[in-house]
């Protein structure tokens, strides 16, 4: 999936926190080690057990200034670099939610934050690592995006990587979003594991939700009508599909112990992660019945 050279991507809320932030004051590294250790992340996050590998660390990331993402202006840029991509994303997933909310007669909003970072940083849901992987912290309403874990999802997890796989990273976190927003997230268990799990059904619901905003990407318009993006290609939603399937919890399992444990889930298997993509991208939103029966 390739941006309308021409689009306008200057709407994407976007930040960026530069690698080190929030430590520069003498002791406050350690500080937040500290509460890392104490208080583990309760965000909900797009990998079951990522950082398991030793995560990127943000070693192959730049250290950019923290005003680059003012230079993404179309959709040229967005597909020439990977800070403009994910700010282009954020515009036509901005736009395309806010769009199925008004058909609903439902209102929306939008996600307080969607941040950048390198290394580490603070969260409403505590500290966050590049091993962490990317996530949505219900408590801040903001996405968490390192993107040295593009790097690790084609190096470590072995995906073919692409632009569409890497939005439907962004799809899946603001598939969170939504379900915060909608109230989905209100009376779950998220400590109970396993493949028919409410954690697993959150997770399967994300990933459809992203499929749904790639079913209509393609006609999401900008501020002056043009489409942000291009029609899907083949080879494209196969990177997406093969993203989903290379980050299912027995994969990981079988990947890192030889084994996989059924009752240990926490995202679903590979094939319910494509499952519920797929069922995103052929019928929309309203298709995305995790909860009901067997997920
Ligand atoms: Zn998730």
């Known amino acids: 999936m390739t941006f309308n050279p021409d689009s306008n991507i200057s709407g994407g809320k976007v930040s960026r926190r530069s690698r080190g932030a929030g430590m ?14 104490a208080s583990p992340l309760l965000g909900v996050d797009l990998t079951p057990l990522s950082g398991m ?25 967005a597909n020439s670099n990977v800070a403009c991509l994910m700010k282009g994303a954020a ?13 609903e007669g439902i209102s929306y909003r939008s996600p307080a934050g969607f941040v950048l970072f390198s ?29 040295s874990f593009f790097d690790e999802l084609r190096n470590q997890f072995g995906a073919n990587g692409g632009p569409l796989a890497e939005m439907y990273v962004v799809a899946h976190e603001w598939g ?5 927003v909608l109230g989905t997230m209100d009376n779950l268990n998220l400590q109970q594991t396993g493949p028919t799990s409410d ?33 899907i290609t083949k080879a494209q939603i196969n990177d997406a599909l093969n993203a989903a399937s290379v980050i299912g919890d ?31 991208f052929e019928n929309g939103p309203g298709a995305c019945t995790t909860f009901d029966g067997n997920p």
């Open 24 to 37: 520069a004051v003498g002791g406050g590294g350690i500080l937040a080690l500290i509460l890392a250790i």
């Open 176 to 180: 969170h979003h939504i379900q915060k």
């Open 91 to 103: 515009a036509s997933l901005d736009a395309y939610w806010s769009g199925k909310f008004a058909q």
């Open 250 to 280: 027995d994969r990981i399992q079988e990947q890192a112990t030889g084994q996989s444990n059924p009752e240990t889930w926490t995202h679903g298997s590979s094939d319910e992660r494509v499952k519920w993509l797929t069922i995103g």
């Open 53 to 77: 590998f030793g995560g990127g660390a943000g070693d192959q990331s730049q250290n950019q200034p923290a005003d680059d993402l003012d230079e993404c202006q179309t959709g040229a840029d």
């Open 119 to 147: 290394g580490s940083t603070s969260t409403g849901c505590g500290t966050a690592s590049s091993a962490t992987g990317p996530f949505y912290c219900p408590n801040d309403e903001t996405i968490y995006v390192d993107t």
């Open 199 to 231: 954690s697993v059904r959150l997770e399967l619901q994300a990933d459809c939700y992203g499929g749904s905003w790639m079913k209509d990407a393609s006609t999401v318009p900008d501020s002056s009508g043009v489409a942000f993006l291009q029609p």
